[in-house]
């Protein structure tokens, strides 16, 4: 496992040898499946987003088959933690709160507040989004569109083009 020093910075990658190269791919890896963003990487490495992004897909692709479904079901499991987490929060009470104190109703009975389930919620549903990417159950969706486009140019005398 790669430490957390973040390797040295060269953005054309022509002056660091295949060992550090080498590191610097394993680091973004590891980096990446902990968690942090492509951002946040480059930050650390003094690397672009998108060229981190870039990196981390060409490494993906060199690495063996099932070294890929190892750190797909690390994955999994990270991200199965995280449903039961937020599921935890979904299905517990959550009392509202004006100006510090328990909010009442007007029978002097606490309010609930359905914020928290309800963000809940959308992580959950964002959750399962990343799960199916991740084990490729995602299945593009296709439209059929039938019709005619008539386009009309102004300032053209279409006459005079022909």
């Known amino acids: 496992m790669p430490d957390d020093t973040p390797p040295t910075h060269d953005e054309t990658q022509t002056s660091l040898t295949p060992l550090e190269l080498q590191e610097r791919k394993a680091w973004i890896v590891d980096k990446k499946h902990s968690g942090w963003s492509f951002r946040r990487i480059g930050d650390e490495i003094g690397l672009s987003g998108p060229r981190v992004h870039t990196i981390y897909w060409e490494t993906m692709r060199e690495i063996p088959a099932p070294k890929v479904h190892e750190l797909r079901e690390q994955q999994n ?17 959550h009392y509202a709160f004006a100006n510090g104190e328990l909010a009442k109703g007007p029978d002097g009975e606490v309010l609930l507040d359905d914020g928290p389930a309800l963000r809940a919620i959308a992580e959950l549903r964002q959750l399962e989004e990343t799960i199916a ?9 296709q439209a059929v ?15 005079k083009l022909t």
Do not use: F, W
């Open 133 to 141: 990417k991740l084990n490729g159950t995602t299945a593009p969706v």
């Open 77 to 93: 499991g990270r991200l199965e933690k995280l449903i039961e987490h937020a599921n935890q929060i979904r299905e517990a009470k």
């Open 145 to 159: 569109i039938n019709g005619t486009i008539h386009y009309q140019v102004a300032g053209v005398d279409m006459e």
